[in-house]
């Protein structure tokens, strides 16, 4: 049952995009927000749709965190969850994310039309400085970017090294970070075609101001309240 209920999540999250992203090459041109407001839809859809098929609903800590100003979203990654539920819950932003994703078909082109700081990991000197470089123009241009800085996503209850990509960011343009954990792999498995039905914890931290500390001091101190709130929510 659970595979058939899958299955027509995934038919119906196919379709969405498809004509969400055919319908956004129109709008190439448009000022970002604009775009962005339009294509987020498809997430917005298919955060709905994991609901009516799989019963798969958000419980959201912390929500008086989010503010409208540009800031660093640093997430733990499990899933491909997060990627579409973070676009209904905050404002418009972007993520740094691997080249390949963008050789995806349809998919692909979406992303390419979201200002995404795209990077090589086999360059991995040259990926840092981009990511700086264009996290701070995004951030400069009122769009939030999201770093998930283990990588790569991991299993459920394991947690990943954190890289200083995120804090550098915040370091280099001024603005704040906004700490972010979730439990979506216990739900939505890394890699896994068959989805739980359950309720999928997210937790928002306070700002963290990148005046006083080191992108290493930083960084430690998100992973540090990472593990506290996997321990408290699971």
Not at 44 to 65: D, H, M, R, S
Not at 91 to 114: R, Y
């Amino acid at each position: 049952m659970l595979f058939l209920r899958s299955l027509l999540y995934f038919v119906g999250s196919i379709i969405s995009i498809i004509v969400i992203t055919v319908c956004g090459l129109f709008l190439v041109i448009s000022p970002y927000p604009y775009r962005q407001k339009f294509l987020s839809q498809w997430a917005i859809f298919c955060i709905w749709w994991l609901k009516v098929t799989l019963n798969i609903t958000t419980n959201i800590k912390g929500k008086e965190n989010i503010n409208n100003s540009p800031c660093v979203i640093i997430s733990n990654h499990q899933s491909t969850w997060e990627t579409l539920a973070f676009q209904t819950i905050f404002p418009a932003h972007t993520w740094v994310l691997k080249q390949e994703l963008l050789w995806l078909p349809i998919f692909g082109w979406s992303l390419a039309l979201l200002k995404p700081i795209v990077i090589n990991r086999g360059e991995k000197l040259n990926a840092i400085k981009k990511v700086i470089k264009q996290g701070a123009d995004r951030l400069s241009n009122g769009i939030s970017v999201v770093v998930f800085p283990e990588g790569t996503r991991q299993p459920y209850n394991q947690l990943g090294e954190y890289q200083n990509g995120g804090a550098a960011i915040a370091k280099k343009s001024g603005h704040n970070i906004i700490p972010v954990y979730h439990n979506a792999g216990k739900i939505w498995p890394k890699g896994s075609f068959i989805k739980k039905p359950g309720v999928i914890t997210i937790v928002i931290g306070e700002a963290i101001s990148s005046s006083t500390m080191t992108s290493s001091e930083i960084t430690e101190k998100i992973r540090n309240w990472t593990l506290e709130q996997a321990n408290k929510h699971g």
